[in-house]
């Protein structure tokens, strides 16, 4: 899921494509559903993180990864967002959301 959603965010219109319509569709599609999966990556990651000390080493080490990139996927999505809003035909049509990163003091402890 993670790297479907960073595929998606290499996706930004640019010249002619950031006026024609159906870019613009497929940007809305893409802007709406991007927070429902970033959400569910978001709650994968944690119930990972739950059950953290109860895997055995190698599970553990992927499950960290797994936490790093979607640290960094919470940031190319602002990032991302950031750049949409920066088109004008978008920024009236759509309510862009804030995202908050999963804590980061799990990969300090």
Known sequence: ????????????PEGA??????ILTSCSWVLKESRAVYKASSEGVMNLADKFFEMERAQALQGIELY????????????YYAAMQSLPAL???????????????????
């Open 17 to 22: 494509a950031a006026a024609h319509p159906v």
């Open 91 to 109: 920024r009236s049509i759509i309510q862009y959301p804030s995202l908050a990163p999963l804590p980061g003091d799990f990969l300090t402890a």
């Open 1 to 12: 899921m993670q790297r479907l959603m960073g595929r998606l965010l290499m996706c930004v």
């Open 68 to 79: 790093k990139d979607n640290l960094a996927l919470c940031e190319r999505l602002n990032t």
